[in-house]
């Protein structure tokens, strides 16, 4: 599979929301074409893997006790504990992958893919390596991308990439990661108008 077209691209970066929110991200240009999903698997450093293995599991065993009945609430309890402690864990680890160099912050992010300032611009069609560390230990997704745009704002360059090599489960990870951020923002100003209307 070769690289997307500026169209294409433009399309793909529609399919899915973004979420104003700023996450760590590293991006690294790379000169040799976008691997295949064959070889996307084999470059996904090891965290990133156990990052997305825990939150599967976790989500499977939370959604297996809902069937247990009344004990369910405090058996999850417990699972969220055991969790928390692995998560914390797995953060430690995963920030050891964070590459000063190559370190910048999204504006906002999404399914499809992020948007964020640098200093420098990449030229559109860029190929990218990605790695996106999600928010309230949610967890860390690496994958491929290509420079949609690169526009200069004041001294900066706002460039948008759209993920275009990346595993089904670690895109749906950036999804629910960016629902549940969406759904704080809505909440926070849902109270804010009920403090200034009183």
């Known amino acids: 599979m070769s690289e997307l077209t500026l169209a294409e691209l433009d399309t793909r970066y529609q399919d899915y929301f973004s979420v104003e929110h700023r996450i760590n991200i590293n991006i690294q240009p790379i000169t040799e074409a976008l691997p295949d999903i064959a070889q996307l698997e084999n470059a996904i450093p090891e965290a990133f893997l156990l990052s997305s293995q825990s939150s599967e599991l976790n989500m499977s065993a939370l959604r297996s006790l809902n069937r247990l009945g009344e004990l369910a609430e405090e058996l999850a309890n417990y699972l969220q504990q055991q969790a928390k402690k692995m998560d914390l864990l797995l953060q430690y680890v995963l920030r050891q992958q964070d590459i000063a160099e190559q ?68 895109r749906e990870l950036i999804v629910r990661a960016s629902l549940h951020q969406q759904s704080k923002l809505l909440k926070q100003h849902a109270e804010q108008r009920q403090l200034s209307s009183s």
């Open 103 to 170: 370190r910048f912050y999204s504006l906002h992010y999404g399914g499809s893919g992020c948007c964020y300032l640098a200093q420098s611009p990449l030229p559109v069609l860029q190929a990218v390596e990605i790695r996106l560390f999600l928010p309230n230990n949610e967890g860390a997704v690496f994958c491929f991308g290509q420079v949609l745009s690169c526009q200069q704002v004041a001294d900066n360059w706002q460039i948008k990439v759209v993920f275009t090599r990346i595993r089904e489960q670690d």
